[in-house]
């Protein structure tokens, strides 16, 4: 049984950074095909990033170049590396193994001034 859960969000001002965590069980991160999703209030969730078998990657064109997923092997992690970030970036973010259908219970990010 996969198990994720998220940690590692918080209150930021624009501008800041923060980098989430996502402890992985019943799944090994690095040989997976892994992923983060945010839903914002009132909003559908949406993909962020995913990386594949711990190299290839991709992004939501609004985070490009201000995000970065990777992955830990020996702590069997996932993470998301935010900087630069906007007001919009505020919502839950959750990780996701692809193929697989639990999810964490997220982590909320809040960008304000």
């Known amino acids: 049984q996969v198990q994720l859960v998220e940690s590692g969000g918080g209150l930021v001002q624009p501008g800041g950074s923060l980098r989430l965590s996502c402890a992985a069980s019943?799944?090994?991160?690095?040989?997976?095909?892994m992923a983060w999703y945010r839903q914002a209030p009132g909003k559908q969730r949406e993909w962020v990033a995913t990386?594949?078998?711990?190299?290839?990657?991709n992004y939501i064109d609004s985070v490009k170049g201000r995000f970065t997923i990777s992955g830990d092997d020996a702590k069997n992690t996932l993470y998301l590396q935010m900087n630069s970030l906007k007001p919009e970036d505020t919502a839950v973010y959750y990780c996701?193994?692809?193929?697989?259908?639990?999810w964490g219970q997220g982590t909320q990010v809040t960008v304000t001034i």
């Open positions: 996701k193994a692809l193929g697989y259908g639990s």
């Open positions: 019943g799944i090994i991160v690095s040989s997976a095909a």
């Open positions: 990386i594949m078998q711990g190299s290839s990657r």
